[in-house]
């Protein structure tokens, strides 16, 4: 539920931008997955899925905050949370997965709700 709360501004975006997009994403991208899957390690492959998809609309502050709160919709925050009950985890991802997607939703729901005059 949280990754699809996470996902939205990908789909919703009306078009990618037009601007080149920097290789680094793509290439860090691909190195923590290749990393995370030789060395068994999964966090290093869900840092390089959020990456890649971050990546694919360029890169800003706005785009950074929608990177950090992938933390969301990994299994890293159910560690992390293992002593609170599980009545509370799910809001709380959904809640941070929120927070990272709301700065990136803002200018696209601006845009389709706008009132005509």
């Not at 997965?97 to 709700?113: D, E, I, K, S």
Request: overall charge positive; glycine content about 8%; aromatic content about 8%.
């Amino acid at each position: 539920m949280a990754f699809g709360v996470w996902i939205l501004p990908l789909l919703l975006s009306p078009q990618l931008p037009v601007s080149p997009r920097p290789l680094w994403p793509a290439s860090a991208a691909l190195a923590l997955a290749l990393m995370g899957a030789l060395g068994s390690l999964n966090a290093a492959c869900y840092v390089g899925l959020a990456l890649s998809v971050v990546g694919q609309t360029g890169w800003s502050k706005r785009r950074a905050l929608w990177f950090a709160s992938a933390i969301a919709w990994m299994p890293l925050l159910g560690w992390l949370t293992r002593d609170l009950s599980d009545g509370l985890r799910l809001p709380l991802r959904v809640l941070i997965a929120g927070c990272g997607v709301l700065p990136m939703l803002t200018p696209t729901l601006q845009a389709r709700f706008k009132p005509t005059a």
